[in-house]
């Protein structure tokens, strides 16, 4: 109404200045008309800004554009269809990996994403090793999950003592002695990592909590908390559980007997002694409770003693003192998934999980999944909607390097320092089904297909790379090769004669390397309808080289929406290349050529069709650009998406013109 308004005062205006506009001459009429209308689009303007309808584009925080194009719908006859969004995130970062649909946006169906602190959560007697000039050392790793098993090597005679090479057991924690006095002893806690999780209309970050009454043990030689041997602690006896962190939790208090100010502050009492670790321990020292600090110990004779615990606090239970949450997530051990049988009644069958795929024999065998570390999560919302992530994508044989280059930055062979983290560890774990309440896997063969009843959505993904050799910043293996990131030289400046000195600083640098598993998403699938996901090869990031071959990663050509009617697909190999490792290329993924090799089967049947364009005209001179390793100068950026073609049954483009982006 307020914009009616305002062009009735428009036309009113120009209405009543028509009789004085006959005597004026043409020119003055051409301008009392604009400045009429310039200010009547002010007035309009003011009373409703153009800036409010796009407010929603732009980071509030950052400034950073954001944007997104719906693509297309999965449609579900038994609930909600499966959106699928094409994102836009501005603020690209110099070193950023175009994603599989080109720089800066993103089609992300759905998976948990860890962000590993310390080591990963899930770790069980894991080896670390530190090596340096002073020789290697090795520290066996408990992560949070594992920690209820810590004292299960206690009987080595490297358990206690931290000043070993070898053996050196620890809990993953973190310690902190921020806001502590030179002779407090500072606060630890366990280093829990952090979890992404993304799926259609929901997502959030969650952690661990360990919701349990015990002492950590933390050791290096600088600290050594609670004790000589076993018997000095409070074990752990339960493992963790999984909550959003926006979700509440209730206080959980467990009280001593005795007084807390004794307990902390001993000081000056006669139940405290102090040594130095270079002295003969006096007899008060040994076998009693006590801290270590620096060289200092902190002991007291009496062992503490603990009440039942009490748990209080909103939302808190009782008798377990755990919280209350919105959503509920399990997690399912590798180990205890090879348990699962869908055709009997057992713990996980009970508990509705689903795997990834429907395989006779071993489900997890040890060859391709860490037995202890966690194989599948579960989440499921207060509407009763679960998500399940029952894939886990695999990292391992991490290393970090500190190095010195010679005059010309070129890599000189003479390492300073290398961190070493070998095992596996899953660094996300894959959406597979989306099930509501009424889901009923009702072939029990352990997945969600086609032969099930109630509400149902199926994922299902293809393993492109087992062994994908990754490193941060990349550049080509070879001595005579130059290390291209994160290079620091700088002139040695005198100080007294404040002018450059012919002493320079050493030139050094530093990168990380690694291994890893890749999958794409090949379908999701309802009772009714599929969409099919075709790949390419892309340019522009490629594995370590290997053998003068590399691995490249693949981008998304298509997605085709069909009805399950279709007959099933012919599928054909990549096209070959003598750059790359042909057992990659043959292994059938969804492809462009299986696109055109079923094109008339695809047609008759396809709802809707999504073409993606891309060039590599962002972000020329990318260094694992195969045409950059290979020596052109063309093609050689990262990934960048052009436009989207979109066409109805029978591929008939919707519009003459794509969208352009």
């Not at 800066?104 to 080896?127: A, F, M, S």
Request: charged share 20%.
């Amino acid at each position: 109404m307020k914009n009616l308004g305002i062009l009735l005062a428009m036309v009113s205006l120009i209405f009543i200045k028509v009789k004085d506009m006959i005597r004026l001459t043409f020119f003055k009429q051409i301008l009392i008309l604009l400045l009429i209308v310039i200010g009547a689009i002010n007035i309009s303007a003011q009373n409703g800004g153009v800036a409010s309808k796009y407010s929603g584009l732009v980071n509030p925080f950052s400034g950073d554009f954001n944007y997104s194009i719906p693509l297309l719908t999965v449609p579900s006859p038994d609930g909600n269809g499966i959106p699928l969004t094409l994102g836009y995130a501005g603020g690209i970062r110099v070193n950023q990996e175009a994603s599989w649909v080109g720089l800066g946006w993103d089609l992300n169906p759905g998976e948990i994403r860890r962000k590993v602190n310390g080591v990963p959560d899930d770790w069980k007697n894991k080896t670390v090793t530190d090596i340096s000039y002073n020789g290697n050392k090795d520290s066996r790793f408990y992560g949070p999950n594992y920690f209820k098993d810590f004292f299960e090597h206690s009987a080595s005679p490297e358990f206690y003592n931290y000043n070993s090479n070898t053996d050196n057991y620890t809990m993953d924690l973190y310690q902190s002695d921020r806001g502590a006095g030179d002779d407090e002893i500072p606060f630890e806690f366990p280093d829990y990592d952090e979890y992404y999780v993304s799926a259609p209309g929901f997502g959030g970050t969650m952690k661990p909590f360990l919701f349990d009454f015990a002492n950590l043990y933390y050791k290096n030689q600088n600290y050594l908390s609670f004790g000589t041997n076993e018997t000095d602690y409070v074990p752990f006896s339960k493992k963790p559980q999984f909550r959003f962190i926006n979700e509440p939790v209730g206080n959980i208090y467990t009280p001593f007997y005795g007084s807390m100010s004794n307990y902390y502050n001993m000081k000056g009492t006669q139940n405290y002694y102090y040594c130095l670790l270079n002295d003969d321990i006096p007899p008060e020292c040994i076998n009693t409770h006590y801290y270590t600090f620096g060289n200092t110990y902190y002991t007291f004779q009496t062992p503490y003693e603990l009440s039942t615990p009490n748990y209080t606090g909103d939302g808190v239970d009782q008798t377990t003192g755990l919280p209350d949450s919105q959503n509920y997530i399990e997690y399912f051990t590798n180990s205890e998934i090879n348990t699962f049988n869908p055709q009997t009644s057992n713990d996980l069958n009970n508990k509705g999980f689903l795997d990834y795929r429907s395989i006779s024999g071993t489900r997890r065998p040890t060859s391709e999944f860490d037995e202890n570390g966690i194989g599948a999560i579960k989440i499921t919302s207060p509407e009763g909607i679960t998500y399940h992530y029952s894939l886990p994508v695999y990292s391992y044989n991490e290393k970090i390097f500190d190095i010195q280059c010679y005059t010309d930055w070129t890599l000189n062979t003479t390492f300073e320092h290398e961190y070493q983290k070998p095992d596996k560890y899953a660094s996300a774990w894959k959406l597979t089904a989306i099930t509501g309440p009424d889901f009923e896997d009702f072939n029990n063969n352990g997945i969600a297909d086609v032969a099930d009843k109630g509400y149902w959505v199926a994922y299902e993904y293809e393993k492109f790379a087992d062994e994908y050799q990754w490193r941060d910043p990349y550049f080509k293996d070879g001595a005579t090769e130059k290390f291209y990131y994160n290079l620091e030289y700088r002139n040695y400046v005198d100080e007294y004669r404040n002018v450059p000195s012919t002493k320079n600083y050493t030139r050094k640098a530093s990168y990380m390397e690694g291994s890893m598993q890749i999958y794409y998403l090949k379908s999701i699938k309802t009772s009714a309808y599929t969409a099919y996901f075709f790949k390419d090869i892309r340019k522009d990031i490629n594995s370590v080289n290997s053998s003068n071959k590399y691995i490249p990663k693949l981008l998304l050509k298509y997605i085709v929406l069909v009805d399950n009617s279709i007959p099933a697909l012919t599928n054909q190999p990549l096209t070959s290349s003598t750059d790359y490792l042909t057992s990659n290329l043959d292994n059938n993924i969804l492809n462009v050529n299986t696109y055109t090799y079923n094109s008339t089967s695809i047609n008759s049947h396809s709802l809707k069709t999504i073409e993606f364009v891309y060039d590599y005209s962002l972000a020329s001179g990318v260094y694992n650009n195969i045409n950059t390793l290979k020596g052109n100068s063309s093609n050689n950026g990262k990934l960048s998406l052009l436009e989207l073609k979109v066409y109805e049954k029978g591929k008939t483009q919707v519009f003459l013109n794509p969208y352009c982006i």
